[in-house]
C-alpha cells in the first residue's frame, strides 16, 4: 500500500501545473523541441539534488533551519522571477518543427534553466521534506533498494512528463496555433513566472 500511495502522490506532484511547467512550455514554444527537452532534462536532473540530500538526511537539517530554508527559498524566487521578465520582454516566436537549428551551443543553457528552476523550487523542496524524507528517516525501517527505486521512479516520471510536454507542445499542429499567438504566450508564461516569485516572497 505504501508504495502504491507514493507511486500516486509523485504522480499529482509531477502533472501538477507549476514553475517548471511554465518553464518547459516557454522554452518549448520560443526555442524550440530540443530546448523543450534539454530543459526536461535539467528538471531531473534537479530532481536528484533533492532525493540526494533527503537520503544524506541534510532534509532534516533544512526543516529545522529556517536561514537555510529562507536562503534557497529567496534565491528560488529571485530565479524565477528573472526567467519571467525575460520572457515578457521576448520577441516574437519562430517555431519550425522540419527545418529546427542545432541548439548544441545554447544546449546547456537551457538545461541549467530546468536544473535551477527545479532545485530552488522550495515547493518540491517541501515535497521531499514531507514525502520522501519520511522514507529515509531514522523512525522507519530503512531499505535502500526501495528508497532508490523510490528516488528513481519520480526522477523518471518527472523527465518523461516534460520531455512528453515538450514534444507535444512543438507538435506540427500545435505549432500552427503557437506561431499566430507565440509572443502572447510567451508573455502569459513569463508573467506566471514572475507570479510565482513573488509568491514565494511574500508567502512562508
Given at each position: 500500500?505504501?508504495?502504491?500511495?507514493?507511486?500516486?502522490?509523485?504522480?499529482?506532484?509531477?502533472?501538477?501545473?507549476?514553475?517548471?511547467?511554465?518553464?518547459?512550455?516557454?522554452?518549448?514554444?520560443?526555442?524550440?523541441?530540443?530546448?523543450?527537452?534539454?530543459?526536461?532534462?535539467?528538471?531531473?536532473?534537479?530532481?536528484?539534488?533533492?532525493i540526494t540530500y533527503s537520503i544524506l538526511g541534510i532534509s532534516h537539517l533544512l526543516s529545522h533551519?529556517?536561514?537555510?530554508?529562507?536562503?534557497?527559498?529567496?534565491?528560488?524566487?529571485?530565479?524565477?522571477i528573472y526567467l519571467g521578465i525575460t520572457g515578457l520582454f521576448s520577441a516574437k516566436l519562430e517555431i519550425d518543427i522540419e527545418n529546427e537549428k542545432p541548439i548544441s551551443n545554447s544546449a546547456k543553457k537551457y538545461f541549467a534553466q530546468g536544473f535551477l528552476c527545479n532545485t530552488l523550487n522550495p515547493k518540491t523542496m517541501l515535497f521531499f521534506l514531507s514525502v520522501f524524507?519520511?522514507?529515509?528517516?531514522?523512525?522507519?525501517?530503512?531499505?535502500?533498494?526501495?528508497?532508490?527505486?523510490?528516488?528513481?521512479?519520480?526522477?523518471?516520471?518527472?523527465?518523461?512528463?516534460?520531455?512528453l510536454l515538450?514534444?507535444?507542445?512543438?507538435?506540427?499542429?500545435?505549432?500552427?496555433?503557437?506561431?499566430?499567438f507565440g509572443r502572447k504566450i510567451n508573455q502569459v508564461c513569463g508573467a506566471g513566472l514572475v507570479t510565482f516569485g513573488i509568491m514565494l516572497f511574500t508567502t512562508d
Open positions: 500500500m505504501e508504495i502504491i500511495s507514493y507511486a500516486i502522490i509523485g504522480l499529482l506532484i509531477v502533472i501538477s501545473p507549476g514553475a517548471d511547467f511554465v518553464l518547459v512550455f516557454k522554452n518549448s514554444v520560443s526555442n524550440g523541441r530540443k530546448a523543450g527537452l534539454m530543459t526536461g532534462l535539467g528538471i531531473g536532473l534537479g530532481i536528484c539534488i533533492h533551519n529556517e536561514v537555510i530554508f529562507s536562503m534557497i527559498k529567496y534565491a528560488g524566487a529571485a530565479y524565477l524524507s519520511q522514507l529515509v528517516s531514522p523512525e522507519s525501517d530503512n531499505n535502500s533498494f526501495f528508497v532508490l527505486m523510490c528516488g528513481l521512479y519520480i526522477t523518471l516520471l518527472h523527465v518523461a512528463w516534460f520531455c515538450a514534444l507535444v507542445i512543438t507538435s506540427s499542429k500545435a505549432s500552427t496555433f503557437f506561431q499566430k
